[in-house]
């Protein structure tokens, strides 16, 4: 199964909320060909919720609640970036600004 490429993925990604009005910035660049994402949704309020990008069973892209089902303290968050960073150079990381938490991904979100 191809893959599409983590920057095509990126600019769909950006191009989609800036047609909604949604102000998303990318933090942290990764590799262009397989790296893998972290979207931050920052509520705006001192809380947020980071999804990480992963691969199903069957090898399809979906989305895991990596920060847990309910939002966390925003410092938090920072923290689990971090640590993701630490680990994993090739990461991407955006940033969201979801304070009416109305923001879905296009794939599937477990």
């Not at 490429?5 to 397989?34: F, M």
């Not at 089902?69 to 979801?98: F, G």
């Amino acid at each position: 199964m191809e893959r599409v490429k983590s920057g095509l993925r990126i600019q769909a990604l950006l191009w989609r909320l800036d047609c909604q009005a949604v102000a998303a910035v990318v933090r942290k660049k990764g590799d262009a060909d397989s790296g893998s994402i972290l979207l931050k949704l920052s509520y705006l309020d001192g809380t947020a919720s980071v999804l990480s990008q992963v691969q199903d069973g069957g090898g399809e892209s979906v989305w895991m609640r990596a920060t847990g089902p309910e939002p966390v303290a925003e410092e938090k968050a920072e923290t689990y970036i971090a640590r993701s960073l630490k680990i994993d150079s090739d990461l991407w990381v955006v940033e969201i600004e979801d304070p009416k938490r109305q923001f879905r991904p296009d794939e599937k979100l477990l």
